[in-house]
């Protein structure tokens, strides 16, 4: 969603990564992790004492989590993946403010907004990975009985971290959601990093491709999180906070920060204008079916009591959308490499 514009020097070669940036956004980002560490710490206390006291919604759908002492792990993983999904939203707030026309009450500079932009995304990788490394954990605890050491570590690996490696219930569907958030955030959220080597059109034109990592990231949690853990205000909170992001990107998709950016009719581009036609039409309708959602409170979830629904998107669906978007963001890459090459009039 940021975009500064970097220029490379002709005859100069350009660094693959750079490290030096990568080095002092981390630097930076010790007080944002920090903070981030103290919100998962105070989750997993809450989580802790729902279970504890026998108010966890989790409890009621699955009783063998009922000893919070046994499965602390699995409360810290819940905890790590519900922070991170707030970095998630804060990091993606940022960018969108960054990317779009500067309002003209707003005193923050576009450098300070793009600094807390880094730092926000490189701490929700961090929560991603930890979320992740606190299942595997709890995987290889609970993989016990049947497997030797070794046998549990890697059943517990193919479950975590291989995309599809999971086949029980919901998690079929929502594990590989959330590796694919992971292992596309890695790429797509470091790509700052190699924009001397790209080019900065090419990385414009991957980071954009972020925020399909936070649909992930929020389709993941309403299926293996909201859905199945909690019920009525929770649920309704975290889409009411989806609305300010859908609105932002739509403002976003309007008004533009760059002005190359902004929807022209341009013979030359006809093709270019239509698809950021058909996304502007898009998100729009997306805030109505929000707000929709968010004020009736039917979402697909679960309720206590009430039997859950049969899956309705499955695996090869799932395939077949990444095939699909890899395809997407090849094109775009590709289209971007080639107008950055075209020499300028």
Request: hydrophobic share 50%; glycine share 10%; charged share 15%.
């Amino acid at each position: 969603m940021s975009m500064p514009d970097f220029s490379r020097t002709r005859g100069a070669r350009p660094r693959r990564f750079d490290t030096a940036e990568l080095g002092r956004d981390l630097r930076a980002a010790s007080w944002d992790a920090g903070a981030a560490l103290a919100v998962t710490i105070g989750l997993f206390v809450w989580f802790y004492r729902r279970v504890e006291t026998g108010a966890s919604a989790t409890v009621q759908i699955m009783p063998m989590l009922a000893d919070a002492d046994r499965y602390w792990l699995y409360w810290l993983c819940q905890a790590f993946g519900w922070a991170g999904l707030l970095w998630a939203w804060i990091t993606v707030m940022l960018g969108l403010v960054r990317s779009s026309s500067r309002p003209g009450g707003l005193r923050i500079s576009a450098a300070r907004l793009e600094k807390w932009h880094r730092t926000t995304s490189l701490t929700t990788i961090g929560l991603m990975f930890a979320h992740a490394l606190a299942f595997f954990a709890e995987r290889v605890r609970g993989n016990g009985d049947g497997h030797g050491a070794v046998g549990r570590v890697f059943h517990a690996f193919v479950e975590v971290f291989v995309p599809g490696g999971y086949d029980s219930g919901t998690g079929r569907t929502a594990i590989l959601l959330g590796l694919l958030a992971f292992y596309m955030a890695i790429p797509l959220g470091l790509a700052y990093y190699y924009r001397q080597a790209t080019g900065s059109r090419v990385w414009r034109t991957l980071h954009r491709f972020v925020i399909v990592v936070y649909v992930l990231s929020v389709w993941h949690t309403l299926l293996y999180g909201t859905s199945v853990w909690f019920d009525g205000w929770f649920r309704t909170t975290v889409w009411l906070l989806q609305i300010p992001v859908a609105a932002l990107l739509l403002i976003r998709l309007l008004a533009p920060a760059r002005p190359s950016e902004r929807l022209r009719r341009d013979r030359s581009a006809s093709i270019g204008f239509a698809a950021r036609a058909a996304g502007r039409v898009t998100v729009a309708a997306t805030v109505v079916v929000l707000l929709v959602v968010a004020a009736s409170g039917r979402d697909g979830g679960r309720t206590p009591g009430g039997e859950s629904a049969e899956l309705t998107v499955t695996q090869a669906m799932i395939w077949a959308g990444l095939a699909a978007l890899v395809l997407v963001v090849g094109v775009a890459v590709h289209r971007s490499w080639r107008l950055a090459r075209r020499p300028s009039r």
